[in-house]
């Protein structure tokens, strides 16, 4: 394909410099700890020629790791930089622990471990700065090439605008749009092709040039150019369509998270050691907050809320109590509100605060709910957004969190649900490790106390 032999060499110069680094950061960590003694916890002697002899197996490591991994696949869609800086930590921490399992095995020699830990921490600082520094040579290379790669867009669907719009705005891609059409005009793409060289086709049809696609493709087996389909999905999808084979055909998943696999363990690790942490080092303050509920009014100082998680599963969601005892039993499922006399001096200060969300940290513990993810709801209120709300099912794609996208962003309480729906479907398409760090961080800052929370 002429654009992914350019992602070809691109990725050969990735391969070239992030083993280069590799190599450095192993020589780099033993000279730190042996010859500068800068960060030695201890006072020792080694030689480099034992560090040496390890260097092949270190390399040999990384590059099948690396290699299995698809970090060098020629993708001609782009990774957003965080997507790219995750995937080679994941594969470096992988990696790492694969050749130090396999070097004690293998050499008697007694290696330092603290060396371990600063090739770890230096390798996990330059690849991603190498990376970033061969994106930006790139970017420069394609901005200033005369050589522009002619494509033209073939169809009328609701993304062959955006996509003229994408190719325009970008001069990286060391592309230009020659000429759009569409569906009807058969003859004069055969004629323009003929005519005029065309390095790339895309094909965007609409619902109704959907099943002429395979008659277009026909007229264009005597071209050279690059043919990619942008299928149909509808006027309205949610999620980003995502490809899966299935034993050879290929079929677009409509509704799928980008939560999987390595990201599912590390969200749960965490979730687990942040809950016990938090646990841990609050604990004075649940004390205080259960007392004051026990003396606000007569009652239990927890309250079991039936409310839908993951794949729509229920469970009973912990809070510290902030109503009194069978507050629903003449009014029925509500919405609380401000000012709500169903709620005690206690409970309104607990929920002003969020204090009242505490014992959450417990359902997170035992899986039934995330620190991070979107706000669990009733069942007999999930039944009516569902019809009201479009896309609002598909919140439970994950599991549901203490905290959120739309809680950080204001939405929450007595505010707009399309809104905050459409934070939490943001979140859930574009879930990342470091986007929940984001949200933890800003939750005391922006999340625990707010003038709609009541």
Partial sequence: MIISRHVEKLNIYRAILDFAIIAFSWIF????????????????????????????ILITCYFFIFLSSGIYKKNLIKKKIWE??????KQHTISFFIFVTLSYFIYDHRYSRFTLVIFFVLVLIFLPIGRSIIRKLNRLYLKHSKNKKNAIIIGEGPNSTSLAKIIQSHSDWNLKLAATHSFSEITAIDDYLRKTPVNLIFIVPNAKETIKVNEIYKHLDKSLADIFLIPYTGEKTFFSPNPIQF?????????????HSFGLILKRMFDICFSLLFL??????????????????????FFKQERMGLDGKKFNCLKF????????????????????NRTTSVGKWLRKTSLDEIPQFINVLKGEMSVVGPRPERPVFVDDFKEQIPGY??????????????????????????????????????WNFWLDMKIVLL???KGLIHPNAY
């Avoid at 790219?84 to 930590?89: A, C, F, G, P, S």
């Avoid at 034993?247 to 939560?259: E, K, P, V």
Wanted: charge should be positive; glycine fraction near 6%; aromatic fraction near 10%.
């Fill in 280 to 301: 841990l080092c609050f604990s004075p303050i649940y004390l205080i907050c259960a007392i004051l509920v026990r003396i606000s009014s007569p009652g239990p100082i």
């Fill in 29 to 56: 960590a033993f000279v730190l700890r042996f010859n500068f003694e800068i960060i030695a916890l201890t006072k020792g002697s080694d030689s480099l020629f034992n560090y040496l002899k390890l260097l092949p």
């Fill in 247 to 259: 034993d050879g055909i290929t079929a677009l998943s409509l509704n799928s998270s980008q939560l």
């Fill in 321 to 340: 109590r902030g109503m009194f005892v069978d507050a629903e039993a003449k009014s029925g499922p509500v919405w609380a509100k401000s000012n709500d």
């Fill in 84 to 89: 790219e800086n995750y995937l080679l930590t």
């Fill in 393 to 430: 099912l598909l919140r439970h794609k994950v599991k549901a969190g203490i905290t959120g996208w739309a809680q950080i962003n204001g939405w929450r309480g007595n505010t707009s649900l399309e809104k905050r729906i459409e934070c939490d479907l943001w979140y859930i398409q574009n």
């Fill in 443 to 445: 939750t005391p800052l």
